[in-house]
Structures are given as C-alpha cells and as structure tokens.
C-alpha cells in the first residue's frame, strides 16, 4: 500500500496537478455502471526485463515487464513521472496475458509510478514509483566533423558540430548546431530538429546557403513557437541540395545519436555536496502550528543555489521564520518555487527575469533556520499564497537531483 500512500499524499496538496493522474480512474469506475462490466487494470509489481541501466533500474529504451490482474486488454502504460502530470508519458502496450504486460519505457521518461488503462477505459491506480534513470548521455560533437550521412554523388560534404549534450529549458545558454559544407556548394539548406522519443521533426530551419568554407550555426532555446518543449533526447539533422539535387545528409534518418543533446526542464537547486534530511526536513512535517510547506535541503552555509526553473521574480524579502527568500513563477509553468533561509538577499527584485540554473543566492540559515540549508518549496497555481497549494518537492527534487 506504500505506493498508493504515497501517490495520494503527493496529491493531497497539488489537486489541480494530479487530477489529469486520477481522473480517468474515477470516470471509469463511475461510467462503468448499469451491469456493464468494466476489468479494473491492477497493477502489482513492476521490474526491469531487458536493456536496463542496472538490476533494478531501467531508462529510455528499457523493456519493463508488469505484473497484476485485469491486464487482458491493456492499451497503454502512462508514466506518470515525478511531478504532475507535465513529465507524463504514455507507450502504447500489448498484453502477454491477463497477468502480464510489457512495456518499452519512453526516451524522456523519469522515475515515478506507472499505470495501466485498457480499451475500455479503465485505469489502474498507480504503481509504486519505478526508478528510470536518464539513458547514457549522447556522444558530444561540439568540433565539426564530416558527417556520416548518406550522400548523393555531387552532393556538397558536410561537416557538423553541436555545442552540449544537456540543455535546459529556459536557461540562458541555448544549444547550437553549427555547420559548414564544402565541395559542390548547395542552393537550399535545412536544419531539422528531430525528438528521439518519436523521431518526428519539431522545428525546422531553412538558412541561407553558405558561402564554401565559412561555419554557420542555428541556436535553439528549448521552445517550439510559444509553448516549451517537452524534456527528452533530441539531435539535429542538416540537408544540403544543389540546384541539380544532389543531396548530402548529416545523419540517417533513424540515427538519433549524431548531434544530440537531452534536454531537461530543471535543475537542481543547490549546487554542491547535499543531503535530504531526516524524517522533520519532509514535507507534511509538524512544525509549531503549522505543517511543513517544503522540503530542507542541507548544504553547507554559502553553497551556490541556483533557479530549478527560470521565469519571473515574485517575491524577494525578510521573513522572521522564512529569512532571506525568493519566490520564482516558473516560465512555462503554473508553479512557483519557493527558496528560503538564503545566507543573504537575493540580488534579483520582483519583476526580474532569471534563467534555468542562474544563480539566485546561496544556501545559509537566516530566519528560523537550524543549520544551513534550503528550505524549498512547490507551490500549484495560480501560486504561492496566491491561491495555490503547496505540495511536496521531493520527487521533483530527487529527479533533477538524478540529472543534474
Ligand atoms: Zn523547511
């Protein structure tokens, strides 16, 4: 039952996020009436089968094998990652038998409870948390090399490079893809950007042909017209033409390696040598008249902390209990993140715009704080003491932790 607690308790103070999670569960038990039987999917035991990162845990690529009952006519696995339903990701399934399922674990998939829906409908409560590691980082190309890509006769060479394997959204160094072809020179250039989860194109470029010899590039910043991309691999690819179509490939269409990059939506906050706490630095935990709104990071007093998510300054004050804090509303998100007993003020004021992983102040124990650390909390929106609900940061906080 340890899963269900806790599934629930994440729940308890993040309604507005968990009911994408929860709600076809309740549908289905509700619109099932009326003598038609609905096979409620259980899930039991979850475990890593093949391509797995170590005996117990899977990534990106990993065949999980999925235990329970009602499993006949399972369509797909949901997995519901660490916070909310944003980092959600389904894979569609077939059932081995009405106990048995396998499922491929989705690129961009991260450590959380998984759960099972059939064709008719019904949705399995989730499962205990399944520990999915980030796959093995891409091989970085930040030099330009010639490309291994299928090439016409006549066709321009092609030589690529990007500039990191891990982006974050939001942040203030974008990726970028640089280039430079040689040989017969092209008419028309495309820069695609491909997802490794589908491997279907979200963003293309069509630059200005080179002049020969000379390196050009295309940055990219983790968005897709207004909205944020979703975290996972991604490479890009370059086709050059000649006006006679000749055509010269970066990479083979199902090559997803050459010029990859993963990319994540946060990062962790405290910059150094850290530690969870005991049993008090949870959320939930009693306090004098209240209940803890966050979690306590520990770290030693002055360790770097920086913007899990870049976005909008809200607050920056003193507080007797709080201390120095700052209050961040996430870009690209409806949640706020809370950073308190910082070791002095910030020097961001609201209004102000910081990045992904920009430092936002340091780790101390001003206000009421026993030893240095991070007080940090998630707040659902529309925000923090603004309608919003706390709820509990650590599953986030254990999955950027895992990445960064
Ligand atoms: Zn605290």
Redesign the pocket.
């Given at each position: 039952m340890r899963d269900i607690h806790l599934a629930a308790g994440r729940c308890a103070g993040a309604l507005a996020l968990c009911l994408g999670a929860f709600a076809p569960a309740a549908a289905a038990q509700t619109s099932g009436g009326g003598g038609v039987f609905v096979a409620q999917p259980k899930v039991a035991k979850v475990s890593c089968v093949s391509r797995c990162a170590s005996k117990k845990r899977a990534q990106g690529g990993s065949t999980l094998k999925i235990r329970g009952t009602g499993l006949a006519s399972a369509e797909e696995v949901v997995f519901h990652g660490s916070y909310g339903t944003r980092d959600d990701l389904t894979t569609p399934v077939r059932a081995v038998s009405d106990t048995v399922l396998r499922a491929r674990v989705p690129g961009g998939a991260v450590t959380g409870p998984v759960s099972v829906s059939t064709s008719q409908g019904a949705t399995s409560r989730p499962s205990a948390p399944v520990a999915i590691l980030p796959p093995p980082p891409p091989t970085p190309n930040a030099v330009l090399s010639p490309v291994p890509g299928p090439r016409d006769d006549g066709a321009p060479q092609i030589e690529t490079g990007t500039s990191r394997t891990k982006a974050y959204v939001g942040a203030r160094r974008a990726v970028t893809f640089s280039y430079r072809v040689s040989g017969t020179l092209p008419s028309a250039l495309t820069v695609e950007l491909v997802s490794g989860t589908d491997g279907s194109v979200v963003k293309s470029w069509t630059p200005e042909p080179p002049a020969a010899g000379e390196v050009k590039s295309v940055t990219w910043s983790g968005r897709i017209g207004r909205s944020t991309a979703a975290p996972g691999r991604y490479s890009f690819r370059l086709t050059a033409a000649t006006a006679s179509g000749a055509v010269a490939r970066s990479a083979q269409a199902g090559d997803l390696e050459r010029d990859a990059f993963d990319l994540y939506d946060h990062v962790f906050p405290v910059r150094g040598r850290h530690d969870y706490g005991g049993a008090g630095?949870r959320f939930g935990s009693g306090r004098a008249g209240h209940s803890?709104q966050?979690?306590?990071v520990f770290a030693k007093c002055g360790t770097r902390m920086v913007a899990a998510r870049g976005g909008r300054v809200k607050f920056e004050q003193y507080h007797a209990a709080a201390g120095h804090y700052i209050v961040v509303d996430g870009a690209g998100t409806d949640v706020d993140y809370a950073y308190?007993?910082l070791s002095e003020p910030s020097p961001f004021q609201p209004g102000d715009r910081v990045f992904t992983g920009q430092q936002i102040g340091a780790v101390g124990d001003s206000g009421n704080a026993q030893g240095c650390?991070l007080?940090f909390e998630l707040w659902s929106g529309p925000g923090w003491y603004d309608g919003g609900d706390p709820f509990d940061p650590l599953p986030a906080l254990q999955a950027w932790d895992s990445w960064s």
């Open positions: 630095a803890h966050g979690h306590d308190m007993h650390h007080h």
